[in-house]
């Protein structure tokens, strides 16, 4: 074997001398970029201090229904995974007549049902009855400030054509909250995610 052909093999000079040898800059490379996700990736780290309301601390509803299944989920929770909130409120109206074209009398609801929790991350409701009604009132209080958001909708399940088809209509009764509607019950549609109503510090009358 020649020299050049013992050198290719064994002796390759590498960048960094002896220590480019033991470690390798590309290897050095990928641990760095490893430990600054891990610092810098905010689910990885101690949420130590509740921010101030702002986008974080959002609430939303998720409505979902499996087609088939008698049953509408609602899932109230905040935008960011680990925001805590002081109260969450849901109260549930039924046995009221609505198709889900028509207005809904809602100072007529009668809200039978509640759901009171308090320094909780999220609220998760079940419900049959058709159509069903939810009154929502999330506070989030941190140091910075505090806020209310909140939402009143209804939600009726028509069946449709062909067979065993489903359509879900909803309304709501708070400014700037809506969900598009009917929406066909499918698992291309739902489930479907909206903002409740930030109304501020003082909350609604």
């Not at 990885?44 to 509803?61: D, K, Y």
């Not at 419900?127 to 909140?150: D, E, F, K, M, Q």
């Not at 009726?156 to 598009?180: F, H, I, K, M, Q």
């Amino acid at each position: 074997m020649n020299e050049t052909e013992f050198t290719a093999v064994g002796n390759m000079p590498r960048p960094g001398g002896r220590l480019g040898y033991f470690a390798p800059w590309p290897l050095v490379g990928i641990a760095v970029l490893l430990v600054a996700l891990v610092v810098l990736t905010p689910v990885l780290v101690s949420n130590t201090h509740q921010p101030g309301p702002g986008i974080l601390t959002q609430a939303e509803l998720v409505v979902d229904k499996a087609s088939g299944n008698a049953t509408l989920h609602f899932y109230i929770w905040a935008l960011g995974e680990t925001i805590r909130y002081d109260e969450i409120r849901v109260g549930i109206a039924t046995s009221f007549d609505w198709a889900g074209t028509t207005p809904i009398s809602w100072h007529g609801l009668n809200w039978t049902q509640w759901h009171n929790g308090s320094d909780l991350l999220s609220v998760i409701v079940a419900s049959t009855a058709n159509p069903v009604a939810l009154n929502i009132s999330v506070h989030y209080v941190s140091p910075s400030g505090s806020t209310w958001y909140v939402g009143l909708l209804a939600f009726y399940v028509a069946l449709t054509s062909p067979p065993n088809g489903e359509s879900l209509y909803s309304a709501s009764a708070t400014s700037g909250v809506a969900l598009p509607s009917p929406l066909a019950v499918s698992n291309d549609t739902l489930p479907v995610a909206v903002l409740l109503a930030n109304v501020g510090a003082g909350g609604v009358s």
